[in-house]
């Protein structure tokens, strides 16, 4: 069993600290060298002193604390799930290449989150859904046995249902969309919450809009916009606008529709995402809907000429 202590020695060494100075006023140099052996545990409130002193949040060492090099693990964690969330596929490859190395990934629960960056890899790069989508309910049927984090828990079944919206297998989407979002709501601390919240509701969104529920298509955005405009975050917020879209096209609420879209393509404009039009040009009723939408704006017409959709 690791203790807190190996990792505010290792985040000392790191910075060029000495025991001498991260004890200045705090306790004695003494009492750091027992905590840093596992002699000792500090209160709380003597460890957010110590870690004030360093500059880091040792309470979230908490998750890796039984790993030979804990504040290596964080590290590489932290650049998985940005590059998840932002689907940069090179540099995540790269970064597991560099953990596979590590002897922590060789061991469970974390050789799963190697696994999982494979399976993110063969869906977004190698575009293999239907045996990702094999791969993905192995995989989360086997971490059922093991503390693996919400967050791995949440990218399991928003990559399921991603998958399985593109082999039209409805209900596996529905269920894994639905899944995802019990989770993140019953956990507002989850670290990387905001931008977890809006991956997750999108996807609930695309599940519903597959299983023609276009109310709870235009219900989950409206709810994921108010949250988002109440905390001034906007990441991503062309797809639920493109979703919420589809819904009133379909619904034949062509108004609302070209509202939606609008507001989809001046955030498409601003920040340049092919990836995620590609996806959403997958369903054969978007290019309906830009054929039909197209002669109410110009700009939707100038979308789909920078975006050749």
């Known amino acids: 069993m690791g203790h807190i202590g190996t990792i505010i020695e290792k985040c000392r060494q790191t910075i060029g600290m000495s025991r001498k100075e991260l004890a200045e006023d705090i306790c004695s140099e003494k009492y750091i060298y027992l905590i840093e052996k596992g002699e000792r545990t500090p209160s709380v409130s003597l460890l957010n002193l110590i870690g004030e002193r360093m500059g880091v949040y040792l309470f979230g060492f908490y998750a890796y604390i039984d790993c030979e090099d804990p504040v290596g693990v964080k590290e590489k964690m932290k650049l998985f799930h940005m590059c998840r969330i932002n689907l940069d596929f090179e540099v995540l490859n790269n970064a597991t290449e560099q953990a596979e190395n590590i002897p ?64 039209m297998d409805v209900d596996i989407a529905r269920d894994a969309a639905i899944r995802a979002y019990e989770i993140i709501q019953g956990n507002h601390d989850i670290e990387l919450y905001d931008q977890l919240l809006t991956k997750v509701t999108v996807n609930l969104m695309g599940a519903h809009y597959s299983s023609n529920e276009m109310d709870d298509v235009i219900e989950r955005g409206k709810e994921l916009i108010r949250i988002k405009q109440s905390r001034d975050s906007y990441g991503k917020i062309h797809f639920i606008y493109m979703f919420m879209a589809l819904a009133h096209y379909v619904k034949n609420q062509w108004d609302e529709a070209v509202i939606c879209l609008k507001k989809a393509v001046y955030f498409l404009m601003a920040d340049n995402k092919p990836e995620d039009v590609s996806f959403i040009a997958l369903d054969g009723r978007f290019r309906a809907m830009l054929d039909d939408l197209s002669p109410y704006s110009e700009i939707i017409d100038y979308f789909r000429k920078e975006y050749r959709v």
């Open 104 to 167: 922590d990934f060789r061991s469970k629960p974390w050789c799963f989150e190697i696994v999982l960056n494979k399976i993110y890899n063969m869906v977004f790069e190698e575009k293999r859904y239907a045996e990702a989508l094999l791969q993905l309910e192995t995989l989360i049927k086997e971490v059922e046995s093991y503390e693996v984090s919400d967050i791995f828990l949440v990218n399991a079944y928003t990559l399921t249902t991603t998958c399985a919206l593109v082999t």
